[in-house]
């Protein structure tokens, strides 16, 4: 079977990450990665009811925003920790139909989140939500990855984008649904978890099928990176500096975005949601656009011009008034969101044959970051003010500087 390899060149300071794919897979498996991708949606969709929800819970049980920080903490918290050993364990033996548990999990955290009677139980029921993401990031990633026929940058796009898109309807649904029905309606929302689990059990018998006929050995990278051992780890380092302002940010935004309107502007609930609802909307373009962009011009030119274009943005934002708030929003999310497919796949073209532990970090890192930076915050909200936390966030995007210290990772096209 003929394969395409790239090779390293050391002049001009490029450097290429081998790359084994074979003729058969080059060209996408569309239908799998549109099924990955809708199902990304709908079990982010879920996730997101709960930031969406956060007003409704504050008044309801008299939380203060540290409390509210502890619920994203508790979440993200699980997914945080437990993502990277997922995606260890599953390198070493893929499960199939791992995915369709872990969306079980994010049922159960649902329909006991729509029962919750106490804090405790607000935690716990977070935390199970977050399991349900630990299992379900790592392998499905893997598996988009497998099916991206060689165009990792678009593949890991096309699925990102159902989240994101996921997580922008679902404070849409949250302001319409859940804030005039109450906590108990979030148990509706068990139906879009039945749908995610209906479609990736077909996800996993392709998968399994793939397993079986031994063509997921074919489609791993071989070889090792040109890269110095010393140059690999101090690569992923920056990755995880230009995660971590990505996040924190991200999360900021998610987490208090309608307390920072209802503060500064006065602006009702379902109001709010609407502009967390652009915000989201904006986001999945530009992880869309991210990936294949990274196809075309390198994953390191993409991550530069993401993290750190967005700062006049974000130092913008605090000082806005209601309508250029919203407008500013928009960009910021654009910008901002279209680093992560190509930090992704940049990480996993630095660390071939480990795609599940690989993204499995970053994913689980995003998570953690998200939750420690929501907590941390809460904390300084509620001993000054949102809007002063807001000010604090938008410095940022200075940590993407960081991106001018990785190396240059030029990719030939396979054959």
Known sequence: MTQATDTGERGGGEFAAPTVVPVAA????????????????????????????????????????????????????????LQPLVGLYTDKYP???????????TLIGLLLLSMAASYPMILFSAALVGLGSSIFHPESSRMARLASGGRHGFAQS???????????????????VVVPNGQKSIAWFAIV??????????????????????KTAALRPSGTVTLPRFTVVRSIAILVALMFSKFVYLASISTYLTFYLI??????????????????????????????????????????????????????L?????????????????????????????AQDLVPGRTGVIAGLF???AFGMGGIGAAALGIIADKTSVEYAFQLCAYLPVIGLLALFLPNMKHVSPV
């Open 95 to 105: 499960k199939p139909f791992s995915l369709t548990i872990g969306m079980g999990c």
């Open 263 to 316: 503060s500064k502007f006065q602006v009702s609930v379902s109001s709010a949601q609407l502009f967390l609802f652009l915000f989201l909307f904006a986001t999945a373009a530009g992880t869309f656009l991210g990936g294949p962009l990274g196809d075309k011009i390198g994953r390191k030119p993409v991550m530069l011009g993401s993290i750190l274009g967005v700062l006049p943005f974000t130092l913008a």
């Open 158 to 176: 096309l699925f990102q984008v159902g989240g994101n898109c996921g997580s922008a309807i679902g404070p849409l649904l949250a302001a319409f």
């Open 363 to 365: 994913f689980g890192f």
């Open 318 to 346: 605090p000082h806005a008034n209601l309508f250029w708030t919203a407008a500013l929003t928009v960009p910021i999310g654009l910008i901002l969101a279209s680093a992560f497919s190509a930090i992704v796949v940049y």
């Open 26 to 81: 080059n060209v996408a498996s569309l239908g799998i990665l549109g099924a990955l991708s809708l199902s990304h949606g709908l079990n982010d969709l879920i996730q997101s009811l709960l930031p969406a929800v956060y007003p409704l819970l504050k008044d309801a049980y008299a939380l203060d925003f540290r409390q509210i920080g502890y619920i994203t903490l508790a979440f993200q918290g699980t997914a945080s920790v």
């Open 193 to 214: 978890a039945l749908i995610g689990m209906a479609v990736l059990f077909n996800v996993g018998r392709w998968y399994a099928r793939k397993l079986a006929a031994k």
